[in-house]
Nanobody
Framework: EVQFVESGGGLVQAGGSLRLTCVAS???????LGWFRQAPGNQREEVLC????????YSADSVKGRFAISSDSAKNTMYLQMSSLEPEDTAVYYC?????????????????WGWGQGTPVTVSS
């Protein structure tokens, strides 16, 4: 099973930017790709996903226009570029391979996906 490792989180002021990185242990061309986040006391939620079929991306309304997802298959790496950060974006961010990514939602590729430690993002006001 492929493994993903997240990095790039940190402390940033509101209005600032960060780029998160997710490195896969093997090529991920067969997967759609997704970023998720979990704020303290909340459930994990979807942030952005990237379809491997046509390159389409789908995002949560809360990050639309501020966050962007991209990938570099040669490096087995995907990115989450976050701009205009808000305190509400404070969370631990995770990446995962998806079975599919669509406007109606997305599904993690493995029922027993082992979520990594994620990378924490703190946005100060």
């Amino acid at each position: 099973e492929v493994q993903f490792v997240e990095s790039g989180g940190g402390l940033v002021q509101a209005g600032g930017s960060l780029r998160l990185t997710c490195v896969a242990s093997e090529p991920f061309d067969d997967y759609d790709l997704g970023w998720f986040r979990q704020a303290p006391g909340n459930q994990r939620e979807e942030v952005l996903c990237l379809s491997s079929d046509d390159g389409a991306t789908y995002s949560a309304d809360s990050v639309k226009g501020r966050f962007a997802i991209s990938s570099d298959s040669a490096k087995n790496t995907m990115y989450l570029q976050m701009s205009s950060l808000e305190p509400e974006d404070t969370a631990v961010y995770y990446c995962a391979p998806l079975e599919y990514c669509s406007p109606s939602g997305w599904v993690v590729a493995y029922d027993d996906w082992g979520w990594g430690q994620g990378t924490p993002v703190t946005v100060s006001s």
